[in-house]
């Protein structure tokens, strides 16, 4: 009797994972394809990736020179294995503006779901809005403008 009852709650367990991983999915992916993206435009200046790069290694960000390509950087934070993934993606223009995109990502050991940092989905919603505060600090160093969250939800960003 014992190990049937062990043998159910172990089953019962692995479907309760699977849902929540299912659900968590389902949401990146609704996420991913309803949301806009969340790119702000640095207008020209100097030390665009000067600053990025400070902010970078202020808070935990690696650069990825891998997922870069030509006139575009790109930085990570995280690997997004119970935890969150963030990457923001920098992209030179040749007038010496740049447009800087923020997106979070949800690690499914098989693919890597991505969705803008500043999607209305209520998955990680506390986590993404301290990042986009933080990365609202650079955007304003930057005179560029502010990454926002979309209005009616129940939690919102506070502009610093």
Do not use: C
């Not at 006139?71 to 447009?99: F, N, P, Y």
């Not at 990502?105 to 505060?133: D, E, H, S, Y």
């Amino acid at each position: 009797m014992n190990t049937s009852i062990f043998i159910a709650a172990v089953l019962f367990s692995l479907l309760y994972l699977v849902f929540l991983l299912g659900l968590m999915a389902w949401m990146a992916n609704k996420a991913a394809k309803t949301s806009a993206p969340a790119i702000s435009h640095i207008p020209a200046q100097d030390n665009i990736l000067a600053a990025v790069q400070a902010f970078a290694q202020k808070n935990g960000y690696k650069e990825r020179p891998e997922l870069s390509s030509e006139g575009e950087k790109v930085w990570r934070k995280g690997m997004g294995l119970l935890t969150s993934l963030t990457q923001v993606h920098v992209s030179l223009q040749a007038d010496g503006s740049a447009e800087l995109e923020a997106q979070e990502g949800a690690n499914f050991l098989v693919k890597i779901l991505f969705f803008p940092i500043t999607a209305g989905t209520f998955l990680g919603l506390p986590v993404r809005q301290r990042k986009v505060k933080k990365l609202n600090v650079l955007l304003s160093q930057l005179q560029a403008p502010l990454l926002e969250f979309p209005k009616g939800k129940r939690i919102k960003v506070k502009k610093s």
